[in-house]
């Protein structure tokens, strides 16, 4: 009897106006132990030369005029031919094994939908990077998990099931900037659902998305309507209760899946 075969990974990556970063993340998947099945660039109507960096290093681009992270990441899920679909950032810096362990991972657990991961902030002094980032994503992954009921996802390391996306995308909103895409994304993925926090699955990230008054005020902003706009229809306590009464299936969730 043989083993469950390997699954095929598609990275996708949106981006805008970030040639030099998005050059980086590209050289760092073309090491990979486990080559990655495809990798798509996202152009989100870039005045830079992403696109051309993107077709240099042999990746696929889709083009998605509409502005903003949802719209282009969604572009790229719709795209992606392979079983599970990765999904990094312009600055996210995957070491060699990034696909082979998002691919063992879903290999070994069929039931997985979707895995995240951790981070360290690569622009900071040595031996605070980690430290800042492991502190940051902590908070975050702990106050989400509250808000969702479930383990939340982190757009600059994250992999899910391309049968997944099909089944939620319904139920995402790709066409509002102002939403975090990663965190409306795992709101659609609520149980039967299974997403799962791999803390050795690790990329260097840059900190730059924390710098300055404004950057970190927007992210506020766009994380309470993306809470908002979540529990308008299912508040958390509902998917709490849900989650306690099937033992973290909820029915609800099962009959949108079906």
């Known amino acids: 009897m043989t083993g469950t075969p390997p699954v095929t990974v598609s990275v996708v990556i949106p981006v805008r ?35 051309a960096v993107a077709a240099r290093y042999g990746a696929r681009v889709v083009v998605e005029r509409r502005p903003g992270i949802p719209a282009a990441a969604s572009a790229g899920y719709d ?31 069929p039931t997985l939908d979707a895995v995240t991961g951790g981070g360290r902030f690569l622009d900071l002094p040595f031996g605070i990077g980690a430290v800042v980032c492991a502190a940051y994503l902590g908070s975050y992954y702990a106050m ?16 899910l099931r391309r049968s997944a996306w099909t089944a939620v995308e319904g139920g995402v909103r790709r066409f509002d900037p102002e939403v975090h895409d990663d965190l409306d994304l795992a709101f659609a993925l609520a149980p039967p659902f299974r997403v799962r926090l791999d803390l050795g699955l690790v990329v ?28 308008s229809h299912r508040p958390p306590w509902v998917r709490w209760r849900d989650r306690a009464c099937a033992g ?9 899946r079906a």
């Open 248 to 256: 973290g299936r909820s029915p609800s969730s099962v009959r949108r």
């Open 79 to 109: 795209a992606a031919r392979g079983d599970v679909i990765a999904r990094l950032d312009a600055d996210s810096r995957p070491g060699p094994s990034w696909v082979a362990r998002i691919a063992d991972r879903m290999s070994a657990d």
């Open 144 to 159: 989400a998990h509250l808000a969702l009921g479930h383990t939340a996802l982190w757009g600059s390391n994250m992999a």
């Open 204 to 231: 260097g990230v840059s900190a730059r998305s924390l710098r300055g008054s404004d950057q970190r005020a927007r992210r506020v902003r766009r994380a309470f309507k993306t809470l908002r706009v979540n529990w």
């Open 17 to 51: 106006d970030d040639a030099r970063e998005l050059a980086g993340c590209l050289s760092l998947l073309r090491g990979q132990v486990v080559a990655p099945f495809e990798v798509i660039v996202v152009d989100n109507a870039s005045r830079d030369d992403s696109a």
